[in-house]
């Protein structure tokens, strides 16, 4: 198994960052594109496996996407709202969002379509997108366990009507039939109760749907959601500039928050349609200084002598941002509460027990909740190999640890390439005097 070596930075760091395109942009984008009127423009995409595995499920359903990898555009001529394809299989890998959305699109269709992954896939839940889709009129059978993928979908277009979600293990079913919902027979009304997790992707989900003159009526109360989607509509092409990836900022956000200095984020500021832009909310309550203009977001290290403080934090909405933040609570003083990340053991790994067996590793105390984590920092951080899961935000995050301390690896570092493929040379230029 290969392994990085983390290499400690040399002192304080001074950086101005431009980071590549969000995924869950892209891959919201590239289905609203593929089911519109003409053809869209999509530029600064993501180019990494998952937007990758979204766009061959879309090729393999007949949708035409040409894609200039140096420019990092796609031009997607869309299918206005009928799926070409009338069978299929779609390999989706470990990505949430594809066979998610690409589950919810191929309902549109009139046929057979089969949906797989990685093994890891086959553990993670779908059943209540399912149970959603079938109240809408599609035909779905699982291939294998009850609840999870591989399912086969035997559509006939979606009559439309109204569903409802009870505390959703992930919001992106919602997203999914959101995304689905215009082009149904007609209109479509979603109601989500309980513990509504990432309500920020939600927002996002509707807003790419804006971009694409899909009006949807949202309606957030305590912990409920509603939406009206009208239908039958058509989404329009577009022409989108897709924002820099905020999950992925986040490890070069909390850098300074580790060894001091400061870090820029080019591109992604207070206009941000993503929920993760709000980290540098958590970075600043625990004691860094925070810049925020519409167009960028910069984080300030501590004070000299001030240090970082450990809190008490709900992440739900920004579950993302959860390992980022532990792996920064390793050198805070006290401990740091991390609760409401119940998602988090649905993800590509259960990354509630794997930071808990990582951070440990590391010399921390680390106390395991059902919904979360306490983490106690240790007095030295102790050297160790981090074994990162098959999850792209495991390495990524301990690379955080990498920067301040030596002795520090990395196993499996090819993980990144989910997301973020050239994630360690970037982060390696923050390591030099001048980042």
Known sequence: MREHVCIPARGPIDARVVLPGSKSITNRALVAAALADGTSILSDILLAEDTRLMMDALRALGVAIAVDEAEQVAEVTGCRGHVPASEARLFCGNSGTTIRFC???VALGHGRYELDGVPR????????LIQALQALGAGIEYLGKDGCPPIAVHARGLHGGQVAFHSPESSQWVSAVLLAAPCAGRDVLIEVTGDVSSVPYLKLTTAIMDRFDVPVVAQYRDAAARFVVPAPQRYQAARLAVEPDASNASYFLAAPAVVGGRVTIERLGTQSLQGDARFVDVLEAMGCGVVREPERLTV????????LHGIDVDLNDMPDT??????????????TTIRNVASL??????????????LTKLGARVT?????????????????????????????????AGLSCAGITLRDPDCVGKTFPDFFERFARLAGPNG
């Open 103 to 105: 589950t919810a699109m």
């Open 121 to 128: 896939m086959r553990e993670r839940p779908i059943g209540g």
């Open 300 to 307: 300030i290290g501590p004070d000299q002598g001030a240090g």
């Open 322 to 335: 959860a390992q980022t933040l532990a792996v920064v609570a390793l050198f805070a003083e006290g401990k």
């Open 345 to 358: 053991r649905v993800k590509e790994t259960d990354r509630v027990a794997a930071l808990r067996i990582e």
């Open 368 to 400: 395991e909740m059902g919904d979360g984590l306490v983490i106690e920092p240790p007095e030295r951080i102790h050297p160790a190999a981090i074994d990162t899961y098959n999850d792209h935000r495991m390495a990524m995050s301990f690379a955080l």
